[in-house]
């Protein structure tokens, strides 16, 4: 059965989350409870859209002597396993919490070394993968011995079958994707407000500034641009207009996979029948907020998703 939508994460890792009473450096500390789950952004993504219902593969590159806890999510959600591996260990990225206050503190270890052989393999399989309209998550940073153009690489190859590809990066990758290196433009984007700021070489301080940037993009051939402006929701743009939806309450818990959940909800949307720039918003908003309230669980709850859909505020810009 083919896939719904497709994944690709470059510089995956295990995310080991730490409890303590608090963090204190230089002191030793007797930890409450540890647990290593599977991660990397479009990992987060292929997860969230497989409990949603949506068939999808997860293609990218795993260390071979620690995929076991990568093979246990793909097994459990029903993910098609399309990850190369390599020699190696994937990355830990240690996220220390303080109990109480909820504070947490993240070291992110270097990701296993590629090379053009290891990015042409992951071209070989999207190739095979892609059709029309498919939607294509480009998603997180690049490991060591990938050029900055690796994303522009990708999007262009997708691009040219037809297929819809969601961009979320960040730095010298981000630039070279926005610039359409190698003739290609992804057919969506969400940055945050920092990553912007990094690309435009210029400080964006209001939700005016941050439409001018989004319209810009949609001016370039971008058909939809999702801003993220933490608290106060997501700044939503396409040729149709733009709106700004928040969540009508503040969802409890830690923020990690949000952001991946809302690129989720993008691609979800893409596959509805009737596609608009509100019950785009609608959807991607709630998957981020049901995705913190899971806690530890990284679950998406779609009947959750289905209530808060509505409950989203929807505020139309000039």
């Keep these: ?14 995310d080991q989350t730490v409890r303590l009473a608090r963090l204190q450096p230089g002191h030793v500390h007797r930890a409450f409870s540890a647990r290593d789950d599977a991660g990397g952004k479009g990992i987060n993504v292929a997860a969230c859209l497989a409990d949603w219902g949506v068939r999808s593969t997860a293609l990218g590159v795993l260390g071979d002597g620690n995929d076991g806890v990568f093979r246990t ?7 098609a396993d399309g990850c190369l591996r390599v020699p190696g260990r994937t990355r830990t990225n240690i996220k220390l919490v303080e109990e109480g206050s909820g504070e947490t503190t993240d070291i992110n270890l270097a990701g296993l070394p590629l090379s053009d052989a290891d990015l042409d ?33 990708l999007q262009m190859q997708a691009g040219a ?13 981000l630039v070279a994707a926005l610039n359409g290196m190698h003739g290609a433009l992804p057919y969506a984007v969400k940055p945050n407000r920092h990553e912007l700021e990094a690309w435009t070489g210029t400080t964006l301080p209001d939700l005016g500034a941050l439409q001018a940037v989004g319209l810009d993009l949609i001016e370039r051939g971008i058909a939809l641009v999702v801003i993220s402006v933490g608290t106060d929701g997501a700044l939503f743009i396409d040729r149709s207009g733009a709106l700004v939806a928040r969540p009508a309450r503040l969802a409890q818990g830690s923020s990690v996979g949000a952001g991946d959940a809302m690129v989720a909800g993008i691609a979800a949307a893409l596959l509805e029948p009737a596609f608009s720039l509100a019950s785009c918003a609608r959807l991607a908003t709630a998957f981020s907020m049901s995705r913190l309230e899971s806690g530890d669980a990284r679950r998406l709850d779609p009947a959750q998703v289905r209530e808060w859909t509505g409950d989203v505020l929807i505020q139309p810009l000039d």
């Design 1 to 14: 059965m083919s896939a719904q939508a497709v994944t690709i994460t470059l510089n995956p890792a295990i």
């Design 73 to 79: 999510l793909f097994s459990a959600r029903g993910i």
């Design 121 to 153: 393999a992951v071209s070989t399989q999207l190739a095979a993968l892609l059709s029309p309209g498919l939607p294509v998550v480009l998603s997180g940073g690049l490991p060591p011995g990938l050029p900055a153009d690796t994303w522009a690489r």
């Design 161 to 173: 079958a037809g297929a819809r590809v969601l961009l979320d990066t960040s730095g010298e990758a």
